[in-house]
């Protein structure tokens, strides 16, 4: 079965420097992973994902993410944070017929 | 723009008497989700729509059922809601089942059972 981990609950950043919160899985074929962001009380945004390609995905807001196949990883990068990228990050894990196994969430906090 | 609206964005129902939380989209997609999520915990997907073609998960409580009428609408129906029920509510939708293909999400429905 296919799953996702990250393994930070909380990430704290100042405004201005780089972030990265952290994604690792597994799955037993291709990864198709993805990356969704959500504020209070709101749905989830997606930001970016990765089907095949270029290990480094651009998407939204300035957010990248770089896919790793030796390490399983898939971490989400900013090279400068802001304080409006406050929110609850979750990586994702396509397991096959597009059903999305995510995972725990990183609540990201950026202080001035 | 096209979007995915939920309404009503809070909803407030009592123990075991039925709810209804609606979904609709404009983005003409031919796939509609349904996931719960408890507090600060991760969505899990209760069921989903192929066009009229209903999947539900295994684990899924028989207390949760859907309809959808036509490509824009679908409705979660809570036949007898639980304290344990008390969560975020959120519909999304893809053009498509295919592995890898972008899930767009709603706002979500607070559900606050008393």
């Known amino acids: 079965a296919q799953s996702v981990a990250q393994p930070e609950d909380q990430v704290n950043v100042a405004e201005g420097n780089p972030l990265t919160v952290k994604c690792t899985y597994s799955?037993?074929?291709?990864?198709?992973l993805f990356w969704y962001v959500q504020y209070p009380n709101r749905g989830l945004q997606f930001l970016l994902k990765y089907i095949t390609g270029d290990n480094l995905v651009k998407g939204s807001y300035g957010f990248e993410a770089e896919f790793n196949k030796s390490q399983t990883s898939f971490h989400l990068k900013k090279p400068s944070a802001l304080v409006s990228d406050s929110a609850l990050y979750f990586c994702a894990v396509d397991g096959g017929g597009n059903k999305l196994t995510f995972g725990t969430g990183t609540q990201l906090k950026v202080e001035l | 723009d096209a979007m995915v609206i939920q309404n009503p964005r809070y909803q407030v129902t009592q123990f075991g008497k039925p709810v209804t939380l609606s979904c609709s989209q404009t983005l003409n997609h031919n796939v509609m989700y349904w996931y719960q999520q408890k507090s600060s915990q991760a969505p899990k997907l209760l069921f989903h729509?192929?066009?009229?073609?209903?999947?539900n998960e295994a684990d899924t409580p028989d207390n949760f059922q859907s309809r959808r009428p036509n490509t824009s609408f679908c409705f979660l129906d809570i036949r007898s809601p639980g304290l344990g029920d008390a969560a975020m509510y959120l519909c999304a939708t893809s053009w498509t089942r295919s592995v890898g293909e972008t899930q767009y999400f709603g706002p979500g429905t607070r559900l606050l059972v008393l």
């Open positions: 729509y192929y066009d009229k073609d209903f999947n």
């Open positions: 799955v037993s074929g291709n990864p198709y």
